[in-house]
């Protein structure tokens, strides 16, 4: 089993730029791909980004081309999520997870565990 924990969440003016971080628990993290995944106040989850196992293989969602980076510490057991050029429209609640799937990682049905969450506010 996984437990995971993000942080890095907080306040930020459009523009700018904030760093996740998704600690994972246990010896197996890089055996997982890893994805982020956001939800905004009355919208469903949506996908964000997603990272393979090994590191070489990522995914992204269309709203994030161009801003938003996903890469993992294999040796740290952590995922990170660098989020630049944000704007009102990213405001939401930020979850990261943990799959045991190669395939659909775009897709939240792919994933094992979740973290908590952390918010992202972003203001005009």
């Known amino acids: 089993q996984v437990q995971l924990g993000e942080s890095g969440g907080g306040l930020v003016q459009t523009g700018g730029s904030l760093r996740l971080s998704c600690a994972a628990s246990?010896?197996?993290?890089?055996?997982?791909?890893m994805g982020w995944f956001r939800q905004a106040p009355g919208k469903e989850r949506e996908f964000v980004r997603a990272i393979s196992a090994s590191g070489e293989r990522t995914y992204y969602a269309g709203s994030v081309k161009g801003r938003f980076t996903i890469s993992r510490d294999n040796a740290k057991n952590t995922v990170y999520l660098q989020m630049n050029s944000l704007n009102p429209e990213d405001t939401a609640v930020y979850y990261c997870?943990?799959?045991?799937?190669?395939?659909?990682?775009?897709?939240?049905?792919?994933?094992?565990?979740w973290g908590p969450g952390t918010q992202v506010t972003v203001s005009s």
């Open positions: 246990g010896r197996t993290f890089s055996s997982y791909a």
């Open positions: 997870a943990a799959s045991n799937h190669l395939t659909n990682l775009p897709t939240m049905r792919a994933y094992d565990y």
